[in-house]
C-alpha cells in the first residue's frame, strides 16, 4: 500500500532497524492501513485529466465530504472521533486528516505517550510568510513545551496562516507516522520524502505552476500540532479494542481495560443514511437511480441524520424530479 511514485532509497527504515520504537511505530502504521482501507481522493487528484478519472476523484470527494457532514455533526470531541472512525470503516473513504486520527488512535491504544497530529507547512524565514501544504500526518516523540497552546483552526485555516508561536521543529528522535502514503520513519527522512512525493506537490500546485518539489527555494518545512479536544478514557480505549480489533498489537491487549460499554448512548452511533450514500453514487454515475429519489424524503433524511432520529413508517411522497435531490446534496456538500 506504498505510493508508487515514493523513490524508495529515502526511505531507511527496514525490518532491521535497530530503534524499538521506530519499528513498533512502523508495525502499528500498518496495522492503521489494514484496519482501514480507504480510497483516497487526494492521491487521485494529480491524475484526474481523463474525464473517467475526474468523475470519480469528484465522486470520492462527495463521500468524503458525506462522511464528514456526519462526524462533524456530532455533539463533542470524541463523539466526533468515534462517527470517523466508524464512517471510514463502512465506507472506506478518507484522507490524509482521517487517517491521522486513526493513527493518533492506534498509537495510543499501543502505549505511545507522546502524540501528536500536525498540519505541514513550508515556512519561508525571508519572507516570513507560511504556506498550507495541505496535508496532516502523526508524530511521536515531538516533546512540546508545557505550556505550548494549540493553534485554533479559525487560525489554521486562514488565509495568512499561524503565526510564529504556533510553529514547531522535531526532535532528533521525533518520528513520523503517516498512514495516508504508508509509510515510517524519522522526521529528518521524512523530509526528503515529503519533498519529492509527487502526489504531494500537485496537490499544492497553482494552477499553470509546475513544481519539481514541494519546498519551494528558500523555503523550509514546519509543522503545527492540532488538538480537537479529544481525550480517551479506559472505557473509550475498551471500546476501540473491541471494535477496531486489527489495531492492538496482541502484546497490547492486555493493557488494554476490559470494561462493559454496550449499555453506554455514547458508542451508540447513528449510521449514515444509505440514501444519501446512493444519491452520491448516482449523481457521478456509479449506481442506478436510488429508489426514493424525491426532494422532501432527501431533505428529511439529512435532518433526521444529523439529529441522530430516524423515521419510523415513513409514508411515501409523490416523486419529484431527481434534480432537485442531486441539488440539495450539492448545497449540503
Not at 58 to 87: H, K, P, W
Request: glycine residues 4%; proline residues 4%.
Amino acid at each position: 500500500m506504498r505510493n508508487s511514485d515514493y523513490n524508495y532509497r529515502y526511505n531507511s527504515l527496514n525490518f532491521k532497524a535497530r530503534n524499538v520504537s521506530l519499528r513498533k511505530a512502523d508495525d502499528i502504521c500498518r496495522r492503521t492501513m489494514n484496519e482501514f482501507p480507504v480510497y483516497l481522493s487526494t492521491r487521485l487528484k494529480g491524475y484526474s485529466t481523463i474525464a473517467q478519472e475526474k468523475n470519480l476523484y469528484d465522486f470520492y470527494e462527495g463521500m468524503i465530504s458525506c462522511v464528514r457532514q456526519y462526524y462533524i455533526s456530532a455533539d463533542t470531541a470524541n463523539g466526533q472521533l468515534f462517527r470517523e472512525l466508524s464512517a471510514m470503516k463502512q465506507q472506506k473513504t478518507g484522507n490524509c486528516a482521517e487517517l491521522a486520527d486513526a493513527s493518533y488512535v492506534a498509537l495510543k491504544m499501543n502505549g505511545f505517550k507522546d502524540v501528536e497530529r500536525v498540519s505541514l507547512f513550508a515556512y519561508n524565514p525571508k519572507e516570513k510568510t507560511m504556506r498550507d501544504l495541505d496535508h496532516t500526518a502523526t508524530m511521536v516523540n515531538l516533546d512540546l513545551p508545557q505550556n505550548y497552546t494549540y493553534c485554533p483552526l479559525s487560525i489554521l485555516n486562514s488565509k495568512n496562516g499561524p503565526s510564529s508561536e504556533y510553529r514547531v521543529y522535531p526532535k532528533k528522535d521525533t518520528i513520523i507516522v503517516d498512514s495516508w502514503c504508508g509509510m515510517t520513519d524519522y522526521a529528518s527522512n521524512m523530509k526528503q520524502i515529503y519533498n519529492h512525493n509527487s502526489t504531494l506537490i500537485k496537490n499544492t500546485e497553482k494552477k499553470g505552476q509546475i513544481q519539481d518539489t514541494l519546498l519551494k527555494k528558500g523555503e523550509e518545512l514546519c509543522y503545527v500540532p492540532v488538538s480537537d479536544g479529544i481525550y480517551l478514557n479506559p472505557m473509550d480505549y475498551s471500546y476501540l479494542n473491541g471494535t477496531y480489533k486489527g489495531l492492538v498489537k496482541p502484546a497490547n491487549k492486555k493493557n488494554i481495560p476490559q470494561i462493559d460499554y454496550s449499555q453506554s448512548y455514547e458508542y451508540n452511533l447513528p449510521y449514515i443514511s444509505k440514501y444519501r450514500i446512493n444519491c452520491i453514487r448516482y449523481e457521478y454515475g456509479m449506481k442506478n437511480a436510488p429508489s426514493k429519489n424525491d426532494y422532501e424524503v432527501a431533505k428529511k433524511m439529512c435532518i433526521y441524520e444529523t439529529f441522530g432520529i430516524y423515521p419510523v413508517d415513513e409514508k411515501p411522497v409523490k416523486k419529484t424530479l431527481l434534480d432537485k435531490t442531486i441539488a440539495l446534496f450539492k448545497r449540503i456538500f
